[in-house]
């Protein structure tokens, strides 16, 4: 009997520790929840009222832009990017997200002049310079093309997609010493990207 009374305060123990624990995770969860106020599901109503409140917030219209973006709504990302740029000529990123956006629904020129202005603000960062690379590939652009990788890579040297998107480039020009150099880089950054490139060389010129 006792044994039997002594299992049951242990297992109602367990359950008051059980019950304690959840409650502490609950709490820890609705107070993220209060203090953040992007964790809900109602995100872009929230955003929309700050809009609405101040329709010159560029944080909030920022972060407008980034919410269809991350849900493919291209066309109302592009429109929220081009409001941001309207009020802050000078934020960079915004060109960069919005010369993206552009670029995934092929408005090939917008993309361009987008990233242009990214480089503008941002001379000395990587990124816009490979995208621009991919725009200008796009509009048949290939010595465009090429020049914009080159300065990705001296930017930044270890920027394993620009070193591979110029190879891909040099292997579409007949150039295939080229390829095989940026492939022997790649070597020593990124084995798969290293091994997807020369699976290209070996198809021949344009990778077919």
Avoid: W
Wanted: glycine content about 6%; overall charge positive.
């Amino acid at each position: 009997m006792l044994k039997r009374y002594m299992a049951l305060l242990l297992i109602a123990a367990v359950l008051v520790a059980y019950s304690c624990k959840k409650k502490e995770a609950q709490r820890q969860v609705d107070s993220y929840a209060a203090s953040n106020q992007y964790a809900s599901e109602s995100v872009m109503e929230k955003v929309q009222k700050k809009i609405e409140a101040n329709p010159n917030d560029v944080d909030a219209l920022y972060h407008m832009a980034f919410l269809y973006d991350e849900q493919g709504q291209y066309p109302q990302a592009i429109e929220y990017y081009k409001k941001v740029v309207k009020l802050k000529p000078d934020m960079g990123y915004a060109y960069v997200k919005l010369g993206t956006a552009c670029d995934r629904l092929n408005r090939t020129e917008e993309a361009i002049g987008a990233f242009k202005h990214a480089i503008k603000y941002m001379p000395h960062y990587a990124v816009p310079y490979n995208n621009l690379g991919v725009a200008y590939g796009k509009a048949g652009n290939r010595k465009a093309q090429i020049e914009a990788f080159k300065k990705a890579i001296k930017f930044r040297p270890d920027y394993v997609t620009a070193h591979y998107n110029l190879g891909i480039v040099y292997l579409k020009e007949g150039n295939r010493k080229g390829a095989l150099e940026e492939q022997k880089i790649l070597n020593g950054m990124d084995e798969a990207a290293a091994n997807s490139l020369l699976n290209q060389i070996k198809k021949g010129p344009g990778g077919k």
